[in-house]
């Protein structure tokens, strides 16, 4: 049991190109989270998906896109990258049952240049 | 709207000695309270949460917070700190019905040995 997984680790972009970060659970979770964590700011939520096949947007959505490709994968999609998008993105999972806790992967750490 | 409150950046506590993270929040009906705890490259790891009934909730590695309604806060507390436990902690919100959770800004606890 992986619990949650996110490729790429790191990743440095020239401003302007695009990338996909991947997201993955394997614990049967409905709803699925992607954060960006930046210093002195804590956690802030770009997208979220609360079933397979709906998402709705956080705190900060302008630049990105996401698709919930299945019950299982959330991605990211950052279509023109901007250096103020330098940050640590972090995806969660929570079943929406009766378990109210998030569940955090190790993150990916993009640099935008 | 929920927001939550985390008033020290830093927080130093002598080994052994107790120690106490602070956390206000504000939402517009009932809330769950959570403390996740962040070890260096890693992700975010859950604590504990309040979701109702006892006001003292115990959690993982010793910790514990307790809710206090009439000043919403949840702060969290352990009786005996650890050099281990030196962490970024962040308090985190969310209304009951809502799916989006709010973070607070973190708190840097370093245990000084």
């Known amino acids: 049991n992986a619990g949650v997984t996110q490729t790429p680790k790191f990743q440095v972009l020239k401003t302007g190109q695009s990338m996909t970060l991947q997201c993955a659970q394997d614990?049967?979770?409905?709803?699925m989270y992607w954060y960006r964590q930046d210093p002195g700011m804590g956690l802030r939520l770009i997208y979220y998906?609360?079933?397979?096949?709906?998402?709705d947007k956080g705190e900060v959505p302008n630049g990105y896109n996401v698709s919930r490709l299945n019950k299982r994968e959330f991605s990211l999609r950052l279509e023109s990258a901007a250096p103020s998008q330098t940050s640590v993105y972090f995806c969660?999972?929570?079943?929406?049952?009766?378990?109210?806790?998030?569940?955090f992967g190790p993150g990916t750490r993009l640099t935008v240049t | 709207a929920q927001s939550v409150a985390q008033p020290e950046d830093q927080v130093n506590v002598a080994e052994g000695n107790p120690l106490t993270v602070k956390c206000t929040y504000s939402?517009?009906?009932?809330?769950?309270l959570f403390w996740y705890v962040q070890y260096p490259n890693r992700g975010l790891q859950f604590l504990l949460k309040?979701?109702?009934?006892?006001?003292l909730v115990k959690g993982s590695y010793g910790f514990e917070a307790e809710f206090n309604k009439s000043q919403t806060s949840f702060h969290l507390k352990k009786p005996s700190a650890l050099v281990s436990d030196s962490a970024l902690y962040f308090c985190?919100?969310?209304?009951?019905?809502?799916?989006?959770?709010?973070f607070g800004t973190g708190t840097r606890l370093t245990i000084i040995p």
């Open positions: 998906s609360a079933s397979e096949g709906t998402t």
């Open positions: 939402v517009s009906g009932n809330p769950y």
């Open positions: 614990m049967n979770h409905n709803s």
């Open positions: 309040y979701i109702t009934g006892d006001n």
């Open positions: 985190a919100v969310r209304d009951v019905g809502n799916e989006k959770l709010t």
């Open positions: 969660a999972s929570r079943d929406s049952g009766r378990v109210y806790e998030q569940y």
